[in-house]
């Protein structure tokens, strides 16, 4: 398809295992976000690529996330020992530039941790 | 810290009458605004923009006004209909790429 792939759609993991969420780019795109939207909230930044190169990863909540774009095209983004609080959608987007209005998201990963 | 922010959670208007939906900020350095719209099991889509240089931004149905010294901008929707029930983000972009959202409004446009 044309728009941001995100696999998978939905992911229960039990609290302690990891995840990894996997997000196809638009073709071509050079900019890549992660952002985390927990429920009832907004989405929230975590990283930004630009090609390969990781340029901001100030919003990752913690150590137990990583992502990576090794190839500058599919991301990956890594939890390790999921936490409960770990439990929300995860949405890529992708870009030509930064710039906010064009930004296309995917639909988002929803992850529950139980 | 919440820089922008949306204050009703939800807002219901009959169809064919005028939604508007507020948003408010709270840093002076946001040059730079967007609108998104979101619906259900979907990543957000843009709708509108507006630059800090100008007070109103008009996109068919819908536009944009920018009050920055009250620090406010407010969404129209102008006629209001069933499809654009959703909900609308108001977002404004730090260090030119991270996009800082409120909480979003919950729009309902009833037949």
């Known amino acids: 398809g044309a728009g941001v792939s995100q696999s998978p759609r939905y992911k229960v993991a039990k609290r302690g295992q990891d995840v990894a969420l996997r997000c196809d780019p638009i073709?071509?795109?050079?900019?890549l976000f992660w952002y985390q939207q927990a429920l009832g909230q907004g989405p929230e930044f975590l990283t930004y690529?630009?090609?390969?190169?990781?340029?901001?990863k100030s919003g990752l909540p913690s150590d137990r996330f990583f992502a990576e774009r090794p190839e500058g095209s599919v991301s990956t983004l890594k939890i390790q020992r999921t936490q409960q609080e770990d439990s929300a959608v995860y949405l890529c987007?992708?870009?030509?530039?930064?710039?906010?209005?064009?930004?296309?998201f995917g639909e988002g990963s929803w992850l529950t941790v139980v | 810290d919440q820089q922008v922010k949306q204050n009703s959670p939800s807002l219901s208007v009959q169809e064919g009458r005028i939604s508007i939906l507020n948003c408010d900020y709270t840093?002076?350095?946001?040059?730079?605004f967007l609108w998104y719209k979101k619906y259900p099991a979907e990543g957000p889509t843009f709708l509108i923009s507006?630059?800090?240089?100008?007070d109103k931004n008009e996109d068919g149905r819908f536009t944009v006004f920018l009050n920055k010294s009250a620090k406010h901008l407010s969404l129209h929707i102008v006629p209001s209909q069933p499809g654009d029930s959703a909900v609308y983000f108001c977002?404004?972009?730090?260090?030119?790429?991270?996009?800082?959202f409120g909480k979003g409004t919950s729009l309902l446009v009833t037949p």
């Open positions: 987007a992708s870009s030509l530039d930064p710039t906010g209005n064009t930004i296309y």
């Open positions: 073709s071509g795109h050079v900019s």
């Open positions: 690529f630009q090609n390969e190169a990781q340029l901001d």
């Open positions: 840093n002076s350095m946001f040059d730079y």
């Open positions: 507006i630059s800090s240089i100008k």
């Open positions: 977002a404004a972009p730090i260090g030119g790429y991270a996009l800082n």
